[in-house]
C-alpha cells in the first residue's frame, strides 16, 4: 500500500519559540462534538505501518477581522449571484456564480491567519493558527447557510399572485445554493473535528480495562466510557457517528400534524372498530360474509398480537404504524431518543415507547457513583442491554414488519440489512455502517470481558465488525474505505457523486491524498487533451478541476495539512500532486480575475514551482499597469522570486502564442508597405505585456528584455504584422530597455564588432536595427498619408512636404544599407527571411518617395533615385540579394529607368545653357 501522504517519515515536532506545552483537558472548539480535551500527532492520516508522532496544542481563538489586511470591499459581501435567467420548463440553466467574494474571503482569512508565513511547519504554533482557520472558514460558511436560508424564507413566503416571472427557478436555485453551504459548513466542522482528534490519537491509545471496572457489578456504561477515552478507533467512529446525527433533518412538529395519516392517540383505530363489529355480528349469530378475509386480521389488539398469531392490522393501521415508524425512524437518525419515546406515547403506544427505551445503559449509584445527569434515581437504565439489542435484532430481522419498523430495530441493534431499504442519502447509507461498528465494538469489548452470559449469547445478533473488518478490528485501516467506496458506487444515491461528498469521505477514510490525486490527473489531462470534459470521465470520482468551489475546499484543507505537518512531504508523488492542484487553484484565481490573490498561494510552493506558476499566472494577466505594479510588490512581500517570474511570463508568452505565427510572409509574395493597417490580435498583445513584464524586474533581466524583444520583432515582422511591432516600438524604445554606458549617449559599442561576440550586445543591436525597420516605415507612412490627401499645387506644397520628406531620407537609406546585414545576423533564424520580405518593398518605396518628391518639391531629388540604385548595387553590400526570389528586381529596374528618363526631362528644361541638374546635391 502506497503512502497515505507520499512518505513515511515522522516529522520532527519542535515546540515555537517562546511557548510551553500544552496538558490535556483544554478545551476544544465547537467541532470537537463535546470529546474529552487531549493533545495528539502530527499524522492526519495514517499509513498501514506507521502511527503518529504525538503533538500537543492550545485552546484555538475564533479569529477576528483585524484593521491591517486586504481592503475587501464590494466583492466581500455575501453574494452569489442569484439573478436568474428566464425560466424554461424543459431545461433549466444554471446562474453564473459569482465566485469572487468567497474566493477574496479565503485569501483574507487565510493571509490575516498568518499560516503561511509560520517559520516552522508541525509545531504546536502553526498548529493552533490551522485550528483557528478551520474555525474561521466553518464560520465563513455558516453565515453563508443563514443568510441563504433567510433568502428562501422570504421566496417562499411570496405570495401567489406576487410570483414574478422566473420565480420557480429563483426558488429551485435559492435551495440548491442553500444546500451547497449547508455541505460545506459541515465538510468544515468535519475536518475540525477529526484534526482535533487525530492530532490527539496517541494520548489515547488503548488500554487494559482497571482494576475497578472488573468488578462484575460495574455499570457497562463505564466500560464504554473507558474505551472512548483510551481508543482511537473507537473514538473517531463516535464523533463521526455523532457528526453524522447533527445534521440530520429530524422530523418537525408540522411534519407530524399536517400529514394525512396523523391521528393522535387514537391507535389501532381501524382494527378495534373492526374486531367490536365481528364481536357483536357474531354473538347475534350472524355472518360478516369474509370470513377468508377476517382470517388475516388480528383478533385481540395487545402489541405482541401481530406476531402471536401472525396475523395483520386493517389496511389504514397498518398505513399509521408505517407513517409513525417513518418518524421514529427520523428521531432515532438524529439521535434524538427523548423525541422518538414522546412521539410513541402521544400516539398512544406506550408499550412501544418502553421497548425503545431500552438501550440506556444500566447505572446505580450506590455502585458506579453519582450520575451526571443525577435526578435522584438510584438506578438507571437497562442491565440486560445485550439481551434487549438480540430482541430488537430479532424485530430487524421479522420480514413480515413495515420497512421502518424494521429500521427502527435496526438502528437500535446496530444491523446493517434491514436498514439500508430506508436510507436516501450519502449521510444515511454512512451512518447506518459508522452506527452498526459503533454497537458491534461495544457488544464485542463486552463479551470479551465476559459481561455477556452464555445464555444472551446463544441469541442472534448481527456482527458488524466481523461483517466489515478484515482482522476483526476496528484498527483495521481499510474498514471505511471499503464502506466509503461502496456508498460511492451506489448510483441510486443522489449525492453520492457530489465534489463535497467526496472530500467528506476521503477525510473520514484518512485517503484525502485520493482526491488531490485525482485532480491532479484531471488537471494534466487539460494540458495535453484540448477537449477533456471532467464531466465525461468515468473516472472522475464525483471530482471537477473546473469546479471553484470544490477546488477552493481542497486547496485550503491541503495547505492546512501541510502546515501541521500531516504528509505531503516535498520531494514525493504526492507533494507533486498537491503542488499541481494549488496551481490549479491559481490559475483558477487568475480566471475569475482575482490576481492580486495569487501570490499569496504561490508563497506556498516551492520556489522553481512558484516561479513557473506565476510565470502561466501572470501571462494571461490583462490588468493595467497599476496593478502590474502592485503584483509584483505582492511577490516581494510572500518571499517570491520576482525576476525567476517574470523570466518565466517572457517564456509563458513566447511559448503560449508560439502556434499563432506559423504562417510567415514570403518574400516571393512581394510585400508591399500601405502604412499599419492590420488588426492587432490577442496573441500580439500578449507578447507585448510579456516584455511590458520583464520591464518591471530588476536590470538582471535587462539581457532577457532585449532577447525577448528581438525574438517578438522577429515574429511580428515574419508575419507581417506591422501594427504590432509599431506599438512595441512606441511602449517599448530601446531608450527605455538598453542603458546608457555614460551621460553623453546610450551605447553605442553594440554596433561594434568587438563587441559583437556577446549575446546581449548581440541582441541589443539587432533590437535597435529591428526598430529602426519600424521607425522608417512610420516616416513612410507619414509621407504617403500626406500625397494621398487632396492638395491643391502651388509654391507652399514644397515648404510643407520637405520635412517629410528629410526625415524619410534620414531613416529609410540607412535600413536598406544596414539592416541586419552583418554575418553574425545573417546566421540567425529569420534574419534573412526577414531582410527578403522588407528590404525590397524599402527600396521601391524610397524610390518612389524620391521620385515624387522630384515631381512635388524640387526635380532635383530625382537625382536621389538613381543614388539609391547605385547604392543599391554597391558588390560590398547585400541589398540585391534581398530581391532573388521576389521577383520584384524586374520591377526595380523599370522603376530606376522610369526615374532617369524624369532625369532627363528635366535636364531639358533647364536648358543647355544652364549647370544642368547633374550638380545638383540633395
Known amino acids: 500500500m502506497a503512502p497515505i501522504f507520499g512518505d513515511r517519515q515522522k516529522a520532527t515536532r519542535k515546540p515555537a519559540a517562546g511557548s510551553s506545552t500544552m496538558t490535556s483537558g483544554v478545551d476544544k472548539p465547537a467541532f470537537v462534538f463535546n470529546a474529552p480535551g487531549s493533545t495528539q500527532s502530527n499524522g492526519f492520516f495514517r499509513t498501514q505501518d506507521q502511527q503518529a508522532p504525538p503533538q500537543n496544542f492550545g485552546q484555538p481563538q475564533q479569529s477576528e477581522e483585524e484593521e491591517e489586511g486586504w481592503d475587501m470591499g464590494d466583492d466581500a459581501e455575501m453574494d452569489d449571484s442569484r439573478a436568474i435567467t428566464a425560466y424554461d420548463d424543459e431545461e433549466e440553466e444554471e446562474p453564473e ?6 474566493l477574496l474571503a479565503f485569501a483574507v482569512k487565510l493571509d490575516e491567519s498568518n499560516m503561511l508565513q509560520s ?25 453563508h447557510v443563514e443568510e441563504t436560508a433567510q433568502v428562501l424564507e422570504e421566496l417562499e413566503n411570496t405570495a401567489e399572485e406576487d410570483l414574478k416571472e422566473g420565480h420557480a427557478q429563483e426558488l429551485y436555485h435559492t435551495k440548491e445554493i442553500l444546500k451547497y453551504w449547508e455541505l460545506e459548513h459541515q465538510t468544515w466542522e468535519l475536518f475540525g473535528a477529526l484534526i482535533s482528534h487525530r492530532l490527539d490519537a496517541e494520548n489515547y491509545m488503548t488500554q487494559d480495562v482497571p482494576p475497578s471496572l472488573a468488578n462484575k457489578y460495574a455499570a457497562d456504561s463505564q466500560i464504554r466510557n473507558h474505551f472512548f477515552t483510551t481508543d482511537p478507533s473507537f473514538r473517531e467512529l463516535t464523533i463521526v457517528l455523532e457528526w453524522l446525527r447533527r445534521y440530520a433533518p429530524a422530523p418537525t412538529a408540522d411534519d407530524i400534524e ?18 367490536k363489529g365481528c364481536k357483536r355480528l357474531q354473538g347475534r349469530g350472524l355472518s360478516l360474509g369474509n370470513e377468508a378475509e377476517l382470517d388475516k386480521v388480528v383478533t385481540e389488539l395487545d402489541p405482541d398480537a401481530p406476531s402471536r398469531q401472525q396475523r395483520k392490522l386493517e389496511d389504514e393501521d397498518e398505513a399509521w404504524e408505517a407513517y409513525l415508524m417513518r418518524l421514529v425512524w427520523g428521531f432515532l437518525r438524529k439521535g434524538e431518543m427523548d423525541n422518538a419515546l414522546e412521539l410513541c406515547e402521544d400516539a398512544g403506544e406506550f408499550w412501544r415507547a418502553a421497548s425503545l427505551s431500552g438501550g440506556a445503559d444500566a447505572w446505580d449509584a450506590k455502585i458506579d457513583g453519582p450520575h451526571e445527569n443525577d435526578d435522584g ?16 435484532y430479532a424485530n430487524a430481522s421479522n420480514k413480515t414488519k413495515n420497512v421502518y419498523e424494521r429500521a427502527v430495530y435496526g438502528t437500535l441493534c446496530g444491523d446493517i440489512a434491514s436498514v439500508l431499504p430506508v436510507c436516501d442519502s450519502w449521510e444515511d447509507l454512512l451512518f447506518v455502517h459508522v452506527n452498526a461498528l459503533v454497537e458491534g465494538y461495544y457488544s464485542s469489548k463486552l463479551k470479551k470481558l465476559q459481561r455477556i452470559p452464555a445464555v444472551v449469547s446463544n441469541f442472534p445478533l448481527f456482527d458488524a465488525i466481523s461483517y466489515h473488518a478484515r482482522h476483526d478490528s476496528l ?23 457530489l465534489p463535497l461528498r467526496t472530500i467528506q469521505g476521503s477525510l473520514i477514510s484518512m485517503r484525502f491524498h485520493d482526491p488531490v490525486i485525482e485532480l491532479d490527473r484531471q488537471l494534466q489531462l487539460f494540458e495535453t487533451v484540448p477537449d477533456y470534459e471532467p464531466t465525461a470521465d468515468e473516472n472522475a470520482y464525483g471530482l471537477d478541476a473546473t469546479e471553484p468551489r470544490s477546488l477552493r475546499v481542497i486547496v485550503h484543507i491541503l495547505m492546512i495539512l501541510q502546515t501541521i505537518g500531516a504528509g505531503f512531504t516535498e520531494g514525493t508523488e504526492y507533494h507533486k500532486a498537491a503542488e499541481n492542484v494549488i496551481a490549479g487553484y491559481i490559475m483558477t484565481l487568475g480566471g475569475y480575475d482575482k490576481y492580486e490573490l495569487v501570490p499569496l498561494y504561490a508563497s506556498r510552493l516551492t520556489p522553481l514551482k512558484a516561479i513557473q506558476v506565476m510565470g502561466k499566472s501572470l501571462a494571461s494577466f490583462e490588468g493595467s499597469k497599476s496593478r502590474r505594479e502592485d503584483l509584483i510588490r505582492s ?8 525576476d525567476g517570474c517574470l523570466r518565466q511570463t517572457m517564456i509563458q508568452c513566447l511559448t503560449m502564442t508560439e502556434p499563432k505565427y506559423v504562417n510567415t510572409l514570403s518574400s516571393a509574395q512581394g510585400f508591399v508597405f500601405n502604412g499599419f493597417q492590420d488588426e492587432i490580435a490577442s496573441e500580439d498583445i500578449r507578447l507585448i505585456r510579456g516584455m511590458e513584464w520583464l520591464m518591471l524586474g530588476s536590470e538582471e533581466l535587462r ?20 501594427s504590432a511591432a509599431k506599438i512595441l516600438f512606441e511602449q517599448l524604445n530601446s531608450r527605455s530597455i538598453i542603458p546608457p554606458k555614460n551621460t553623453n549617449g546610450y551605447d553605442e559599442t553594440f554596433e561594434e564588432e568587438t563587441d559583437l561576440v556577446d549575446e546581449t550586445a548581440v541582441a541589443g543591436a539587432m533590437y535597435m536595427q529591428m526598430e529602426g525597420l519600424i521607425a522608417s516605415m512610420v516616416e513612410l507612412e507619414k509621407w504617403q498619408s500626406a500625397i494621398k490627401k487632396p492638395m491643391r499645387i502651388d509654391r507652399t506644397l514644397p515648404r510643407k512636404l520637405k520635412p517629410l520628406y528629410d526625415s524619410v531620407s534620414r531613416s529609410v537609406p540607412d535600413i536598406i544599407k544596414n539592416f541586419l546585414d552583418e554575418p553574425v545576423f545573417l546566421s540567425m533564424p529569420g534574419v534573412v527571411e526577414i531582410r527578403g520580405i522588407y ?18 518639391i524640387n526635380k532635383v531629388y530625382y537625382m536621389n533615385a538613381l543614388e539609391l540604385a547605385a547604392d543599391v548595387a554597391d558588390p560590398e553590400r547585400n541589398t540585391v540579394d534581398c530581391f532573388k526570389g521576389t521577383g520584384r528586381l524586374e520591377e526595380y529596374v523599370e522603376e530606376v529607368a522610369a526615374a532617369s528618363k524624369c532625369v532627363l526631362m528635366a535636364g531639358q528644361e533647364q536648358g543647355k545653357e544652364k549647370e544642368g541638374i547633374w550638380g545638383v546635391v540633395a
Open 258 to 275: 399536517e400529514d394525512a395519516l396523523y391521528r393522535g392517540d387514537r391507535g389501532w383505530m381501524y382494527t378495534k372498530e373492526k374486531i
Open 635 to 642: 511577490m516581494h512581500q510572500y518571499g517570491i522570486d520576482v
Open 119 to 143: 517559520a516552522q511547519l508541525g509545531t504546536e504554533e502553526s498548529t493552533m493558527i490551522a485550528i483557528n482557520l478551520i474555525q474561521a472558514y466553518q464560520i465563513y460558511a455558516g453565515e
Open 475 to 497: 484498527n483495521d485501516a481499510s474498514i471505511m474505505s471499503r464502506i466509503i467506496d461502496e456508498i460511492a458506487e451506489n448510483n441510486e444515491i443522489a449525492d453520492s457523486k
Open 839 to 856: 528590404i525590397p518593398e524599402m527600396v521601391i518605396s524610397l524610390h518612389r518617395v524620391h521620385v515624387e518628391a522630384g515631381r512635388l
Open 703 to 722: 539581457g532577457d528584455l532585449v532577447r525577448s524583444g528581438c525574438e517578438v520583432y522577429k515574429r511580428f515582422l515574419l508575419t507581417g504584422r506591422l
Open 377 to 392: 434515581e438510584i438506578v438507571k437504565g437497562n442491565r440486560r442491554r445485550e439481551l434487549w439489542k438480540r430482541m430488537c
Open 97 to 102: 456564480l459569482n465566485m469572487q467574494p468567497e
